[in-house]
């Protein structure tokens, strides 16, 4: 069974840092792109940044561009994602979303979420 | 960045209906979209993708179509468990970007 289980959540100072991970199970996490998405308390869905297999191609939002880092440990089959410099429109559930499909883009098995608050 | 309009933005709708709902592409994007289902306080379902793919495991009462800039998610007869909160996405480049989401409601 594929599940992924994101943590590292929780409340953070405006201009803070915080480091979310997701571990995964239950297939190759080694041969899948990784993604994080964002939904904003009451939002739309939101996507923050693209991670290739072997870690040589990261895509991000702009909205984020200079701020987060997305990571990969294939050895310890996770996903990380670093929040540097959070705002207040940076407080959102956080989803770990592996994207499946050989010749199709398709976000096919998501976490729970964990929920970033930016507040003082 | 290429965007995606969604309409409607929500929808009031009685068990055994027809819902339609479009997603606009603001440049060529092929087939790549995707169509997700949201509960409150819950993730993403994945229901279609490549357009009009559905998804293992999705009811047929599911469909979508549509290629280019404007594509269409139809619930041929909606069920009590398909309220609920549907966005697409279109994944042709990044960033990706998804529409704005549609809210089905109970009429």
């Known amino acids: 069974e594929v599940q992924l289980v994101e943590s590292g959540g929780g409340l953070v100072r405006p201009g803070g840092s915080l480091r979310l991970s997701c571990k995964v199970s239950g297939f190759a996490f080694s041969d899948y792109i990784m993604n994080w998405v964002r939904q904003a308390p009451g939002k739309g869905l939101e996507w923050v940044s693209s991670?290739?297999?072997?870690?040589?191609?990261?895509s991000q939002a702009d909205s984020v561009k200079g701020r987060f880092t997305i990571s990969r440990d294939n050895a310890r089959n996770s996903l990380y994602l670093f929040l540097d410099d959070v705002r207040g429109d940076d407080t959102a559930v956080y989803y770990c979303?592996?994207?499946?499909?050989?010749?199709?883009?398709?976000?096919?098995?998501w976490g729970q979420g964990t929920l970033v608050t930016v507040s003082s | 960045a290429i965007q995606m309009t969604q309409s409607p933005s929500s929808l009031s709708a009685s068990v055994g209906d027809r819902v339609t709902i479009t997603c606009r592409a603001s440049q060529v994007i092929d087939r790549d979209l995707s169509w997700y289902q949201q509960k409150p306080g819950k993730a993403p379902k994945l229901l279609i993708y490549g357009s009009s793919i559905l998804q293992s495991g999705v009811p047929s009462t599911f469909s979508g179509s549509g290629s280019g800039t404007d594509f269409t998610l139809t619930i041929t007869s909606l069920q009590a468990e398909d309220f609920a909160t549907y966005y697409c996405l279109q994944s042709f480049d990044y960033p990706l970007s998804f529409g704005g989401g549609t809210r089905v409601e109970v009429k």
């Open positions: 979303v592996r994207v499946g499909g050989s010749a199709t883009y398709i976000l096919d098995h």
């Open positions: 991670i290739s297999p072997d870690s040589n191609y990261i």
